[in-house]
């Protein structure tokens, strides 16, 4: 089945630096990923949406100079966040979606633990 | 705009119980709907998913769920939990068209523990 590798884990940094988190799809193309957030005891919510070769398109309200976004090949995405701070703490997940039709066949990565001391 | 409600935010289960995680939604139109499960610090299983048809959906793990256009309900049901069954689990809806096709909006979660 479509698998989709989030790395690293888990992560712990230092208020100001930038810290770069990878979705990889490993045995599928995925021409669009998708970067979600998830604070404690609550729900996903939607950040980014990337298709591979273009620019990122943002949810309304996630600033795009702090939440880098490339999504270069068909097999990676990634999201850098700048200048972390401690309110950037929280769980990132990534999802890719298998081929060029939007038939909401995704598949989550199993997240990133962040953590900015 | 799509949205989603869990009323429940937290449940416990004796296991061999049955189970139901009550999903609402609110779209203009049939929406296409979603259940997932995640394990703690985990991604998201999908465990069913309904975008037409027959209106009882059967997913993996024994778990089925019912579209009920008049309610607006998406209900998450399994005869009889396992330990295993421990989780979060999250309802979705898809837009089915429009601007917002291809997201998910995600409800607020619900916990299941499941005692012995």
């Known amino acids: 089945g479509a698998v989709v590798s989030q790395h690293p884990s888990w992560v712990i940094c230092k208020s100001g630096t930038s810290v770069k988190i990878e979705c990889r799809s490993l045995d599928f193309q995925a021409t669009t990923m998708f970067w979600y957030r998830q604070f404690p005891k609550q729900s996903l919510m939607l950040m980014a949406t990337?298709?591979?070769?273009?620019?990122?398109?943002?949810e309304q309200g996630v600033e795009k100079d702090k939440f880098l976004i490339n999504h270069a090949s068909l097999t990676l995405s990634t999201l850098t966040v700048t200048s972390a701070h401690p309110e950037d703490s929280s769980f990132y997940i990534c999802?890719?979606?298998?081929?060029?039709?939007?038939?909401?066949?995704?598949?989550f990565g199993s997240g990133t633990r962040l953590t900015v001391v | 705009a799509q949205s989603v409600t869990q009323p429940d935010i937290h449940i416990t289960v004796s296991e061999g119980a049955s189970l139901e995680l009550r999903c609402n939604y609110s779209y203009g139109a049939t929406p296409y709907l979603f259940w997932y499960v995640q394990s703690p610090g985990q991604g998201l299983q999908l465990l069913l998913k309904y975008f037409s048809g027959d209106t009882l959906v059967q997913g993996i793990k024994g778990f089925e769920a019912e579209f009920k256009r008049s309610q607006s309900s998406f209900n998450l049901r399994k005869p009889s939990v396992h330990w295993s069954d421990a989780a979060e689990y999250f309802c979705?809806?898809?837009?089915?068209?429009?601007?917002?096709?291809?997201?998910?909006?995600f409800g607020q979660g619900t916990i299941l523990t499941v005692h012995p």
């Open positions: 999802s890719a979606r298998q081929g060029a039709t939007a038939n909401y066949g995704y598949t």
């Open positions: 979705a809806v898809g837009a089915a068209g429009g601007t917002s096709y291809g997201k998910l909006t």
């Open positions: 990337s298709n591979e070769g273009s620019k990122a398109t943002y």
